[in-house]
């Protein structure tokens, strides 16, 4: 009981600040919104993936890219509360170290998903615009959802398990952005994955976010050779599995966390 | 009264360098205990050790009976804290502060309410509760520390440098809630601090580390007594130190920022005799020790504002912490 109210204040912490920060909302949307628009209808003026337009194809991939970018990048709050005495605040409550990571995985997961949900409702209304190729039903969006959730705590782990262990918050940055562009570009988000060889198909096969990618890719294109490739049980198996991990290794992170 | 801090052979090394070295102590229930000391004596080791955030190398401590190594879940429900640094959450409101405290320490709403609202009374905060901590003042956000800090009524209360960088009005309203705290709650406070004043107005006994170590405890008063006499400051061309200590009432002499600090019993009383002998006098000074004596003696070291504030940059007080 105790550990699940302290897991309640954990995540009521990063809501209210996350709804407060309104120019952090607001750049996490435009951002991708920008990418659609732009690199959708530039690129898309001279291609196309399978029966629809570039701008859908890429679609699935700014939904990731929104939850990869914000999702690790919310371990760099982390950092900041080490700087100031306020992690020794939650620290020094009588509550596990576990129920902490929970709670801040919790807290991140749903600032992404909030952001996330917002390009989805914008998809939407795109769509019965007759702008986006894509079909919306219940049942894909539920999918949609739910996978973005599941590969969020995932990311939201790995950008903990970085600030966990890191002072500055430039040094977080640093490290980050080397991890997310590769894991952003290389995971189908931007060009289909059925064609590349060598280093970079694989790099491209143990990238768990193509798995993410894929299945959205499928429940909201279609499945063929250009859009999704796997079984979605499959995709979302891989996910899981990787999300179980990095939570895994994250609560074992914040064991170890020095001060 | 039983002691409610036991501190035994409380040691933290880092590679080669110990910081805190086999530290003894007992802290009696409703004491203000200080911790004083220069930068880097240990102080601020040997309170993140006592409330369970560094592990000790070796040696223990009781808290309220229980061993920090081994039961750290019951002393952190023992015991309440106030960071050197500001531990707010300045998006936040003071309120909603207090409120996500008391749900980090499993408080039922009721009580959660009830103590929030007593809390706030006594440090002043009522009417500015519903605003973000972003709009307080240093001084108010201090108080809003010390709220929380009390929150769940903890045995006892750590204070890590409570007043660095508070105006002086601030200084004085911040100690006034500590002492009203340790009459009406019966808590026993544990204070470090830089600044003498401090020690000497709020605390009954106080102990002077040094290079890990307790150099020495006891009561402010009984602390500047034991230095055996006033100080007299003198700035004078000629002095001939050996035939002043020569002085049966001189019990000690010792240069300060070059002048001369002489230990003299009586003062007031022998003062002609000692500036006879000295000649020519360009200053001289004659006051009755305080505490920023009784440091500089067992320290050889004085305090400075400067250093005081070091916490703020990235001074030495920065290492400190870090350590």
């Not at chain 1, 409550?93 to 991140?108: C, E, V």
């Not at chain 2, 996500?100 to 007593?118: F, N, S, V």
């Not at chain 2, 972003?134 to 204070?159: C, I, N, Q």
């Not at chain 2, 001189?250 to 003062?267: F, Q, R």
Request: glycine letters at 8%; a neutral charge.
């Amino acid at each position: 009981m105790s550990e699940l109210k302290g897991i309640y204040a954990l995540w009521y912490r990063e809501f209210k600040v996350f709804t407060r920060e309104r120019s952090r909302v607001v750049s996490s949307i435009i951002n991708p919104l920008l990418w659609l628009f732009i690199i959708g209808t530039g690129l898309g003026s001279f291609l196309s993936f399978g029966p629809v337009g570039y701008q859908a194809f890429l679609y699935p991939g700014i939904l990731i890219m929104t939850s990869l970018f914000s999702a690790v990048f919310f371990g760099v709050y982390i950092v900041w509360d080490k700087k100031v005495d306020f992690m020794k605040e939650v620290l020094v409550a009588p509550m596990r170290r576990t129920s902490i990571f929970i709670g801040k995985i919790l807290g991140g997961s749903t600032d992404t998903l909030i952001q996330t949900m917002i390009l989805i409702v914008i998809g939407i209304a795109l769509s019965f615009a007759g702008i986006l190729q894509i079909h919306f039903t219940v049942l894909s969006i539920l999918v949609t959802v739910v996978f973005l959730f599941v590969i969020t705590v995932g990311l939201c782990a790995i950008g903990l398990i970085i600030g966990s262990q890191m002072e500055s918050p430039e040094g977080f940055q640093l490290i980050i952005s080397f991890l997310i562009f590769p894991l952003f570009f290389l995971s189908g988000a931007i060009f289909p994955i059925y064609n590349q060889s060598g280093v970079l198909s694989t790099i491209v096969l143990v990238n768990p976010v193509t798995y993410a990618v894929d299945g959205m890719r499928g429940v909201l294109i279609g499945r063929g050779p250009q859009l999704g490739q796997f079984d979605p049980w499959l995709d979302f198996l891989v996910i899981t599995i990787f999300s179980a991990i990095m939570v895994a290794i994250g609560t074992y992170a914040f064991k170890k966390m020095k001060l | 009264m039983a002691a409610i801090i036991d501190i035994k052979d409380l040691t933290k090394t880092y590679e080669d360098r110990t910081v805190v070295d086999h530290l003894n102590l007992q802290i009696e229930e409703g004491e203000i205990f200080g911790l004083l000391g220069p930068n880097g004596a240990g102080k601020t080791t040997t309170l993140l050790m006592l409330t369970t955030l560094k592990p000790p190398t070796s040696g223990t401590a009781l808290i309220n009976g229980f061993d920090i190594t081994k039961r750290p879940d019951k002393v952190r429900k023992s015991i309440g804290i106030v960071f050197q640094e500001p531990s707010t959450d300045e998006i936040l409101t003071g309120y909603e502060n207090l409120k996500l405290h008391g749900w980090l320490y499993d408080m039922p709403d009721h009580l959660l309410k009830e103590r929030i609202t007593d809390v706030l009374q006594l440090v002043n905060l009522t009417d500015r509760k519903d605003d973000l901590v972003k709009r307080y003042s240093g001084g108010m956000r201090r108080r809003l520390e010390l709220a929380r800090g009390l929150m769940h009524h903890p045995k006892v209360l750590f204070l890590d440098e409570p007043t660095l960088g508070l105006d002086p009005q601030s200084r004085e309203g911040l100690w006034r809630y500590i002492e009203k705290l340790a009459q009406e709650k019966n808590m026993t406070i544990i204070l470090t601090t830089h600044y003498m004043d401090e020690a000497d107005r709020l605390c009954n006994r106080l102990a002077i580390m040094d290079k890990g170590k307790i150099v020495v405890l006891d009561t402010p008063k009984q602390l500047k007594a034991n230095l055996g006499g006033d100080i007299v400051r003198l700035k004078a061309p000629h002095l001939d130190q050996e035939r002043l200590k020569a002085l049966p009432y001189v019990k000690k002499i010792s240069p300060c920022d070059g002048e001369l600090c002489l230990t003299v019993e009586n003062a007031s009383s022998h003062l002609q005799e000692i500036l006879t002998l000295v000649g020519k006098v360009d200053s001289v000074e004659v006051r009755i020790p305080t505490l920023d004596d009784v440091f500089l003696h067992y320290t050889g070291k004085a305090l400075k504002n400067s250093d005081a504030q070091g916490g703020w940059t990235s001074g030495p007080m920065t290492g400190e912490a870090n350590e």
